[in-house]
């Protein structure tokens, strides 16, 4: 069976008055249709430039990215792509920002109000439809942010940190939040986190990165039944993969500072 998403050595390096920095070292990855899967690393170890690979904004230096077995390296629209922040339009309604994908790919916003709205009461949004940004919380907002996400006409969604800024309770509700969207659209979602237990809670499957460069130092297949009650991360397999990602992180961690 073809694979969803196929990065085949993607590698990305950048020019400096110093001579060429490799940001990326040469990366494989093969990602199955509805899977969830997670990449973690410490900062600069090149997720976030691995994202933008695969999302066409960055032009890989070596390798190609193919969907369904098309090369799309380097063309924007195939995949959907969500930030840390929100990056709502303050001056846009909440249901208009739902809309805004919608309407960048073409769709009348009379018709993407009328798609997204069901939606906005499906999933906890109800009431809030004609409110502005500064008058809705961080958990809101990621929420409104993430259906518009998922509403654009693409298989593939990028979740870089979504919930990275957000408090601990918030966080754990838009975990369980958004494997309920992942379980409902049925979209092959690739996300980024810093949090390791966030990143076994959620996945299929977890690429864990190093720096200097960046590159995969080891990949783990969450073998966790699904759904996920909120207790599993005090179960002693999910300790076992947890203690052994956090071993791999600092290992790599002070070799690289060494």
């Known amino acids: 069976m073809t694979p969803k998403l196929r990065v085949e050595q993607v590698a990305v390096s950048f020019a400096t008055r110093a001579g060429a920095f490799q940001a990326l070292a040469p990366v494989d990855l093969t990602i199955r249709a509805g899977s969830f899967t997670t990449l973690i690393g410490p900062s600069g170890c090149g997720k976030s430039t691995l994202f933008n690979v695969i999302a066409g904004l960055l032009p890989p230096s070596e ?18 792509y969500m ?3 929100d990056l709502l339009l303050p001056w846009r309604t909440l ?13 009348r916003l009379k018709d993407a109000r009328a798609r997204a709205l069901p939606y906005l009461r499906r999933y906890g949004l109800g009431g809030f439809e004609t409110q502005y940004p500064a008058a809705l919380s ?4 990621q929420r409104a942010a993430l259906l518009r996400t998922l509403l654009t006409d693409t298989d593939v969604i990028l979740l870089d940190e979504p919930f990275g800024a957000l408090d601990a309770q918030t966080k754990h509700q838009m975990q369980e939040w958004l494997l309920q969207l992942w379980a409902d659209f049925g979209k092959t979602v690739i996300f980024i986190t810093h949090d390791v237990e966030e990143a076994i809670y959620l996945s299929d499957e977890v690429h864990v990165m190093a720096s200097r460069p960046g590159r995969i130092i080891d990949s ?3 073998a966790l039944p699904r759904p996920r009650p909120r207790d599993i991360v005090t179960d002693p397999a999910f300790v076992v993969i947890k203690q052994y990602c956090l071993s791999l992180l600092t290992r790599h961690e002070h070799a690289d500072a060494a």
């Open 63 to 80: 390798g190609r990215v193919f969907i369904d077995g098309q090369d799309v390296s380097g063309l924007i629209g195939r995949v959907g």
């Open 83 to 85: 930030l840390q922040k």
């Open 95 to 107: 249901v208009d920002n739902v809309a805004l994908g919608m309407e960048i790919q073409g769709t």
């Open 138 to 141: 961080g958990g809101m907002r």
């Open 220 to 222: 783990l297949d969450i």
